[in-house]
């Protein structure tokens, strides 16, 4: 027969074959099912490694009820906050012999379509999900229904598991930095989009940040508030759109920014450096996340332990999924952390040695 280039196939019958046991033994033996001796079972696995063979994971789930993968469904994975909570998780899951299924909700998160968003390409296929940053206008459930562990980072679903960090402590933290620099006008950049679709953080940090104002007694001004989602493009644009609104007069802007993340800081410390803006002695500026390149611009920000949030999920996860009943629904608030850096100081002031912007 003429080589057509490829290599032949390996399957159960090679294996069995070359281990001296029946094909069922092979199958028993590589799925971890009990009537195998320890001796066989190795020899077995000897085997099937020295061929290059695996056994499948939809064949090992028919079996087994089990298919040593754990699902993630995240509205984005490009922005940094998602993919490193994934990272974190992925370390938990590799080490624990786990496969990662990975979820976009995508175009799924909109208005029409977030409360039936389609499970059923999760149906038998994993053993747990963790849910990132699930909108609030998601049905629990879609998720529920499917009958097997389910636990959440970033955001909450009645009676279920969950990780995260208190937004609302986050933006007032945020801005009581600013307030005790001595800043009076300060901005909020970070109104998002998406908050349309049942996405609560920036919502929640815009919370905190009216609050801090507030017991200050500082009147917010909307006028200080801007359109950012969390992108650093967003961040760019919010902070022209004021320069442009104050007729490029820096007596005019505020003395301090409160950005919703480090991504829409970079824009903004961007943007004001591109206009002549001094940071932060012209304007202060301050992140969430502690991104991983927020030192590289010297940026002050309120840290919060994202990729451990990812480790801790995880571990709980799989906890749910070996205990393999319905389990108390705990739920892990996480520590966020004033990092003080260079992008915020004392505001400027005029030629009296008052502060400007007030």
């Not at 053993?127 to 629990?140: A, S, T």
């Not at 002549?276 to 309120?302: A, C, K």
Request: proline share 6%; aromatic share 6%; hydrophobic share 45%.
């Amino acid at each position: 027969m003429a080589d057509n280039g490829f290599a032949p196939m390996i399957g159960i019958v090679e294996v069995a074959a070359l281990a001296g046991v029946s094909p069922a033994t092979v199958s028993r033996a590589l799925r971890g099912l009990p009537g195998v001796s320890a001796g066989t079972r190795q020899n077995v696995e000897k085997a099937a490694a020295s061929l290059g063979y695996y056994a499948s994971p939809s064949a090992a789930a028919l079996t087994t009820g089990r298919t040593r993968a754990i699902g993630v469904m995240a509205p984005w994975i490009s922005r940094w906050f998602f993919s490193a909570v994934i990272e974190g998780a992925q370390e938990v899951v590799g080490e624990q012999g786990y496969d990662t299924l990975l979820y976009p909700l995508g175009a799924n998160a909109a208005p029409n379509a977030v409360g039936v968003i389609d499970t059923r390409a999760l149906h038998k296929r994993v053993d747990g999900i963790l849910g990132l940053n699930v909108p609030l206008g998601l049905q629990p459930s879609s998720l529920v229904n499917l009958r097997i562990p389910l636990v959440t980072v970033g955001s909450i679903i009645p009676g279920v598991s969950g990780v995260l960090v208190d937004d609302i402590e986050v933006g007032y933290s945020a801005t009581c930095h600013l307030i005790r620099l001595g800043h009076r006008r300060i901005a909020f950049l970070g109104h998002d989009p998406d908050g349309l679709y049942g996405f609560t953080v920036a919502a929640d940090r815009e919370r905190g940040f009216e609050k801090a104002l507030q017991e200050n007694r500082i009147p917010v001004d909307p006028g200080l508030v801007g359109m950012t989602g969390f992108s650093i493009e967003g961040g760019s644009k919010a902070l022209i759109n004021l320069w442009e609104q104050t007729g490029k007069r820096v007596e005019l802007m505020p003395t301090a920014v409160f950005a919703v993340s480090d991504e829409v800081a970079f824009g903004i410390i961007y943007a004001a450096r591109q206009n002549g803006l001094r940071v932060p002695q012209d304007i202060s500026v301050i992140g969430v996340d502690n991104h991983d390149m927020s030192y590289l611009f010297e940026l002050t920000t309120i840290g919060q332990p994202v990729r451990d949030q990812g480790r801790i999920a995880a571990r709980m996860l799989l906890d749910h999924v070996r205990i393999n009943e319905p389990a108390a629904p705990e739920v892990v608030r996480m520590n966020p952390g004033l990092i003080t850096r260079r992008t915020t100081c004392a505001p400027r002031v005029d030629a009296r040695g008052l502060p400007t912007g007030v």
